[in-house]
Each structure stands twice: as structure tokens, then as C-alpha cells.
């Protein structure tokens, strides 16, 4: 195992729309990212995961995208994004229109169809990477992961609906089966808007929750993940107040050791 201790935070399901508040009445969806950047900033970490539905929808506004970018351009590590089901890589995807690579050459934005590979060789880190062209049933996030093929640390990012069996009537659907096929060290998971995690043979994977409370949760969160060489991973639930005074980490949990 070459790797060298990193630590990311790891977000999705922010869902900014065109409800903008100045300074002081900020929307949830607003201080939802404002919170998470922040914390980001404070914990001072490697990377920045956004796994899918930054935006509420394709037909966001000027004045949305100028906020999304501000706040992007605020982080000094490096961005990784994936679109979700809300904000779709379709013809009419908002992003035809908002490059947020425009925020700083810190943001790497996988739009693939099929998915794309970073590498991060300070950290001897790769990212793997697959957001939502079109969220239907035939959707299968995790198909086509390509295998590993380094001693390094090893990031799946998707967008979907983790299932233990059976709900075929679902769009886009994660499996356990696939999650173990992976081979991933960690997989960050966007849609659904409540912390949870799971672990399947050598891969855990983590819903992160919404930081914006607005989304059928009370809840501010987002996980701050460590990669410690001859550790593992340990995933930390990170929740967030809606005034932004300092989050506090909860739930301390230390997994596997992943192997060469």
C-alpha cells in the first residue's frame, strides 16, 4: 500500500434554486452550500466531493449560477462534481449553459456519459466518477467501473437509490452486489437526503445527507472522510447548525483496512 494519508468532505443534494436572500435572509439551499464550504474550509481539507443535484432543476437562473460559482471559487482543494437526477447532463441541462470550471482551475467536473478517471498522485489517489445523463429505471450508476489498477486509494462518486433487494420499479439503483463488485475504497453517494452508510466486501459507501434542512430532513450534514494508510477508511457525520456556527462531528465509526 503506497498511499499517503488524505482527508475530503464529502456533500450532495445542495438543490439551489432561484429563492436568493442578500446577506441575512439567505435561502436554506443558500446557507445549505455557504455551511458546507465553510466547513470545508475550517477542516482544511484535501478534496471537495459534490455528488449530484447542486441545483433543484435545469432551469435555474443568471443570479443562482453567479451564487453557485462565488461559493465554488471560495474553496482552496481541489472540486470533484457529478450531475444528479435534478440537474441531469441532459440537452437541456443547465449545464449547456454554467461551466463551473469557471469558479477556478481547482474544479473537475466529470460530465462523461460514461463516467471519468482523475488521478491525484500526491495522495496516490483516483477518482472514478459518473453522474446522471437520464434518471430512469435502466439507469445503472455503478455499471462500468473500471477496475483498479494501482495500490492507491480508490473513489467511486455516483448519483442513485441504494437498494438491498427487490424496488424495481425505481430509477437509477445502487445494489449491494455492485457496490461489493466495485473493488472501491469509498463510495461518496448522492440522492437520498438523510446520513447513512453501508459497507459491502471491501467498499464503503456513504450517503452524505443534504446541508440544506429544507429537503425533508430537519438535518445539516455532510461526511468528512479519512484515508489513513494501514487504517482504512473512517467516515465522520458532520452536522451543520442553519445560523453556521462551527459543526461538530458525531459518530465516529473506523472500517477496513483496504488492501495493495
Not at 87 to 102: A, E, K, L
Not at 225 to 250: H, I, W, Y
Amino acid at each position: 500500500m503506497t498511499a499517503t494519508y488524505c482527508h475530503l468532505l464529502h456533500t450532495s443534494d445542495i438543490h439551489l434554486d432561484d429563492k436568493l436572500g442578500g446577506p441575512g435572509e439567505e435561502s436554506y439551499a443558500q446557507l445549505g452550500l455557504m455551511g458546507v464550504v465553510d466547513k470545508a474550509l475550517a477542516l482544511d481539507v484535501d478534496l471537495f466531493l459534490l455528488a449530484g443535484d447542486l441545483f433543484d432543476h435545469n432551469r435555474v437562473k443568471a443570479p443562482c449560477l453567479r451564487f453557485a460559482t462565488e461559493q465554488l471559487a471560495r474553496l482552496r482543494c481541489p472540486v470533484v462534481m457529478i450531475t444528479g437526477n435534478h440537474d441531469c447532463m441532459t440537452d437541456y441541462s443547465v449545464y449547456q449553459r454554467f461551466d463551473p470550471r469557471d469558479a477556478g482551475d481547482h474544479i473537475y467536473f466529470i460530465n462523461e456519459e460514461q463516467g471519468g478517471v482523475l488521478s491525484f498522485p500526491e495522495w496516490d489517489l483516483k477518482i472514478w466518477g459518473r453522474g446522471i445523463v437520464d434518471h430512469h429505471p435502466e439507469n445503472k450508476p455503478l455499471e462500468g467501473v473500471p477496475g483498479k489498477d494501482h495500490n492507491g486509494w480508490y473513489i467511486g462518486m455516483v448519483h442513485g437509490y441504494y437498494v438491498e433487494r427487490g424496488a424495481g420499479m425505481y430509477s437509477s439503483l445502487i445494489t449491494p452486489d455492485e457496490i461489493e463488485a466495485s473493488q472501491l475504497d469509498y463510495l461518496a453517494m448522492g440522492h437520498v437526503h438523510v446520513f447513512s452508510e453501508v459497507r459491502h466486501g471491501r467498499t464503503q459507501a456513504v450517503y452524505p445527507g443534504s446541508p440544506n434542512v429544507n429537503q425533508g430532513t430537519r438535518e445539516m450534514t455532510a461526511a468528512h472522510v479519512e484515508f489513513k494508510p494501514g487504517e482504512g477508511v473512517q467516515v465522520n457525520r458532520v452536522e451543520l447548525d442553519t445560523g453556521m456556527p462551527e459543526a461538530r462531528e458525531t459518530e465516529r465509526h473506523v472500517h477496513f483496512t483496504p488492501g495493495a
